[in-house]
């Protein structure tokens, strides 16, 4: 009877510190945790949103806005400082021949400015302003591929306040030639001449819509060799 005791309690015992382990690993392995504060999806996506609103706060400086007026009308695009020195890329039709313009970086208004060089067959426009130490982003080195994220970043004239703004959207690469890059991004905005950048902030290019209101995009090596940079 005594041997069947001390049987009993040695398993009893054994039990009682199996439970303890299996407890104890089962608190130490995350995966097992009653508590999930967030899944591993939803801080991947978090962070991801995260870097994309600091890349657009980090370029936001290199775009300019672009009011030009003429005897029959107006009409407002974008660009993109090239260098610090105030050389910006624009499209052509931002600059049409004979007009005005008002040209706004970093919130300052009517900056002087000389038309560099215009192109109606590339559609491209260079021009000088009267100002230094201009911010400027990096370019694209090699091809983008399509799937790439891609974002644009427009300053766009508001007629009701006569006052420039910001706007911007993303999407991805949908297809990559040496004349053009398409992407699956919407707009029905004026966007025209706005500076594309990728994930990581750098110049892939110069946009313009298409008849379906999406966005292409003149690419950086076409941007360089029409600027000479």
Same mark, same amino acid.
């Not at 029959?72 to 695009?77: P, R």
């Not at 090699?142 to 508001?158: A, H, M, P, T």
């Given at each position: 009877?005594?041997?069947?005791?001390?049987?009993?309690?040695?398993? !009893?015992?054994?039990?009682? !510190?199996?439970?303890?382990?299996?407890?104890?690993?089962?608190?130490?392995?995350?995966? /097992?945790?009653?508590?999930?504060?967030?899944?591993?999806?939803?801080?991947? =996506?978090?962070?991801?949103?995260?870097?994309?609103?600091?890349?657009?706060?980090?370029?936001?400086?290199?775009?300019?806005?672009?009011?030009?007026?003429?005897?029959?009308?107006?009409?407002?695009?974008?660009?993109?400082?090239?260098?610090?020195?105030?050389?910006?890329?624009?499209?052509?039709?931002?600059?049409?021949?004979?007009?005005?313009?008002?040209?706004?970086?970093?919130?300052?208004?009517?900056?002087? =400015?000389?038309?560099?060089?215009?192109?109606?067959?590339?559609?491209?426009?260079?021009?000088? !302003?009267?100002?230094? @130490?201009?911010?400027?982003?990096?370019? !694209?080195?090699?091809?983008?591929?399509?799937?790439?994220?891609? /974002?644009?970043?427009?300053?766009?004239?508001?007629?009701?306040?006569?006052? #420039? /703004?910001?706007?911007?959207?993303?999407?991805?690469?949908?297809?990559?030639?040496?004349?053009?890059?398409?992407? @699956?991004?919407?707009?029905?905005?004026?966007?025209?001449?706005?500076?594309?950048?990728?994930?990581?902030?750098?110049?892939?290019?110069?946009?313009?819509?298409?008849?379906?209101?999406?966005?292409?995009?003149?690419?950086?090596?076409?941007?360089?060799? #029409?600027?000479?940079?």
């Amino acid at each position: 009877m005594k041997e069947k005791i001390i049987k009993y309690t040695i398993l !009893l015992l054994v039990g009682i !510190l199996g439970g303890l382990i299996s407890g104890w690993v089962v608190f130490k392995d995350p995966s /097992f945790s009653a508590i999930q504060v967030i899944n591993k999806q939803d801080k991947i =996506y978090i962070e991801e949103n995260k870097a994309l609103v600091d890349k657009i706060k980090g370029v936001k400086d290199s775009v300019v806005g672009i009011h030009s007026y003429y005897l029959d009308g107006s009409v407002n695009g974008s660009g993109f400082v090239l260098t610090n020195d105030g050389l910006v890329i624009t499209l052509a039709e931002n600059i049409p021949g004979g007009s005005k313009s008002n040209i706004s970086v970093k919130g300052e208004d009517n900056l002087s =400015y000389q038309v560099i060089k215009r192109d109606l067959t590339t559609n491209l426009a260079l021009i000088k !302003l009267d100002k230094n @130490n201009l911010s400027t982003r990096g370019f !694209l080195d090699s091809v983008i591929l399509e799937g790439e994220r891609i /974002f644009i970043v427009s300053e766009s004239f508001n007629y009701s306040t006569a006052k #420039f /703004f910001y706007s911007v959207n993303e999407g991805i690469v949908k297809s990559v030639s040496e004349e053009k890059i398409r992407t @699956n991004i919407l707009e029905t905005g004026r966007v025209e001449g706005s500076p594309v950048f990728d994930i990581q902030g750098r110049l892939v290019g110069i946009a313009y819509k298409n008849e379906n209101n999406l966005v292409d995009v003149i690419p950086i090596s076409k941007v360089k060799e #029409f600027s000479g940079i």
